[in-house]
């Protein structure tokens, strides 16, 4: 079955920097497209960063610039790595499965997320 599971999560103090993993089994990851999600406390989902079956990781404005998305198919792995950080990405980091490697299809299954504290 789908598995994601997130990990690289903690605090952090502004400014700071954190690298999250996401290592996935269960389907052929090199077939997908693979997202990185996230909820900040009483918010709803925020899409950050996904790979595309195009090799091309793209990244939503809030984060362009801090974060970068990377894969390795080999290592059936996902990583955001988040630069500079501020107490507004302070969220549950999640790791979602896409239906196809278009990253326009969508997600269908997601992990269990990873926290992220941004904090002095």
């Known amino acids: 079955q789908v598995q994601l599971v997130e990990s690289g999560g903690g605090l952090v103090q502004p400014g700071g920097s954190l690298r999250l993993s996401c290592a996935a089994s269960g389907f052929t990851f090199s077939s997908v497209s693979m997202n990185w999600v996230r909820q900040a406390p009483g918010k709803g989902l925020e899409w950050l960063s996904g790979?595309?079956?195009?090799?091309?990781?793209r990244h939503a404005d809030s984060v362009r610039g801090r974060f970068t998305i990377s894969r390795d198919n080999a290592k059936n792995t996902l990583w955001l790595q988040m630069n500079n950080l501020t107490s507004e990405d302070t969220a549950v980091y999640y790791c979602?499965?896409?239906?196809?490697?278009?990253?326009?299809?969508?997600?269908?299954?997601w992990g269990k997320g990873t926290l992220v504290i941004v904090s002095s």
């Open positions: 790979f595309g079956g195009d090799k091309i990781g």
């Open positions: 979602a499965k896409g239906y196809s490697n278009l990253l326009s299809s969508g997600m269908d299954y």
